[in-house]
């Protein structure tokens, strides 16, 4: 369905038959909201966020493409955060069927003013899917419709931030003794120790080939998100933290504490396309009650 958002942007809501839902702008085919069949909200969005152009939307789901961070000349996370996307009535189909009746398609091409920063031609179709139990999947699929022969590369990432109740209590599985790009020291590579992931300070680091399933326990709501990913090596994890947070001008001084972004990415290794050539790239995600014996 059809909502008007802050500042009467544009927003699909999806709603699953047991409760859950989920709220799509088309500024940014930004997911800005998540919530259980409980209606508890599942994604963290910044109390100070933005909803204007050209700013992309602090929280929630941003579209990092075809640049992630400031790794190139484009501005940063480049430029599908910061554009109206379209609704896609007429979709190519999926070679395995969305299994929902809650889904949306969004496709982002690019404008003349877009061609003079990224000089190619694409398409980039995004689906936003409510599985049955209130799973929330998106797929992208990117295809070089160069007409000049010319393939293209990218980099890319779903920057989602979970909302988490206190991040000195959340650790993260799945990451442990792999190789990370730490952005806090100039990027050096190093390999994690030991394990599972805790906070206690900022992080920015850019886990490489990473496993497809990763795990953030959420020990005070006793929670667990489940991220599974497609087609996307790597994993970026980030929390500003104290210093960085008063820095932002579209984030409260202590909403550090509350969220956590665990990003599915391609960033190392970009992602070349040939003219006729698509890419898929899929992110599955999961909230489910933590037992005793999660991460076991
Ligand atoms: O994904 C982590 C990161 O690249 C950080 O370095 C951090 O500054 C953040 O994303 C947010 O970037 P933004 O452009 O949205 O302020």
């Known amino acids: 369905e059809f909502a008007k958002g802050v500042n009467g942007l544009d927003k699909i809501i999806l709603r699953e038959s047991r409760g859950s839902s989920a709220e799509v702008y088309l500024y940014g085919a930004h997911v800005t909201s998540w919530k259980n069949d409980h209606g508890e909200e599942l994604l963290f969005v910044s109390n100070k966020a933005i909803f204007k152009p050209p700013k992309a939307i602090r929280g929630g789901i941003p579209i990092c493409f075809p640049q ?9 996370h480049g430029f599908a955060r910061n554009r109206f996307w379209d609704v896609d009535n007429d979709p190519p189909p999926f070679p395995t069927p969305t299994h929902s009746k809650a889904y949306v398609d969004l496709i982002l091409r690019p404008s003349e003013d877009d061609v003079k920063v990224w000089p190619h031609s694409y398409e980039f179709r995004l689906r936003v899917a409510l599985g049955p139990g209130g799973d929330l999947m998106l797929t992208s699929r990117v295809r070089n419709t160069n007409s000049d022969g010319k393939p293209f590369s990218f980099s890319f990432a779903y920057h989602t931030y979970f909302s988490v109740s206190d991040i000195s209590e959340v650790r993260v599985e799945g990451l442990e003794t792999l190789d990370y790009f730490d952005n806090l020291k100039s990027r050096e590579r190093f390999t994690e120790q030991g394990d599972a ?92 009650p933590s037992s005793y014996c999660s991460g076991q």
């Open 197 to 288: 992931i805790t906070f206690e300070s900022e992080v920015d680091k850019i886990y490489l080939s990473t496993p497809t399933k990763i795990a953030i326990l959420d020990h005070e709501k006793k929670r667990t998100f489940v991220v599974r990913k497609d087609g996307l090596p790597d994993a970026v994890v980030w929390n500003p933290w104290d210093k960085k947070a008063k820095a932002m001008a579209d984030f409260g001084d202590d909403e550090y504490k509350h969220m956590l972004c665990v990003e599915a990415a391609a960033i190392e290794k970009h992602i070349t396309l040939k003219p006729g050539e698509e890419w898929k790239g899929r992110l599955e995600l999961s909230a489910v």
């Open 68 to 76: 992630f961070a400031n790794h190139g000349p484009l501005e940063s």
